[in-house]
Nanobody, 127 residues
Framework: QVQLVESGGGSVQTGGSLRLSCAAS????????MGWFRQAPGKEREGVATIYTAGGSTYYADSVKGRFTISHDNAKNTLYLQMNSLKPEDTAMYYC????????????????????WGQGTQVTVSS
């Protein structure tokens, strides 16, 4: 019964900012990995940033380090992705995902290890 709903996508120019939100419902008691993934047309889905909700550890793709920040509001059960200094190569459909299982460091940005997915929100960055 887990449900994830993304919002906050849109179109911006290079150098602009956006904040994505993911509202979660239906989770049972426990700790979760939550994250953001993106997929451009014709390309594989890739991990952008993830967070462990219990300990607060965060993980970022090299391509977004220093520009994006992931956070989680436990009281609101909402995941966020603050995106600054956006580039055209950031253009993609962005998906919120979650998983309750423990993960190896090498798996924390792999889409295949996440069980729950939202429908996505489009981010477009123009030159």
């Amino acid at each position: 019964q887990v449900q994830l709903v993304e919002s906050g996508g849109g179109s911006v120019q290079t150098g602009g900012s956006l904040r994505l939100s993911c509202a979660a419902s239906g989770y049972t008691y426990g700790s979760y990995y939550m994250g953001w993934f993106r997929q451009a047309p014709g390309k594989e889905r890739e991990g952008v940033a993830t967070i462990y909700t219990a300990g607060g550890s965060t993980y970022y793709a090299d391509s977004v380090k220093g520009r994006f920040t992931i956070s989680h509001d436990n009281a609101k059960n909402t995941l966020y992705l603050q995106m600054n200094s956006l580039k055209p190569e950031d253009t993609a459909m962005y998906y919120c995902a979650g998983d309750r299982r423990p993960k190896r460091t090498r798996d924390v940005l792999r889409p295949s290890t996440f069980a729950y997915w939202g429908q996505g929100t489009q981010v477009t960055v123009s030159s």
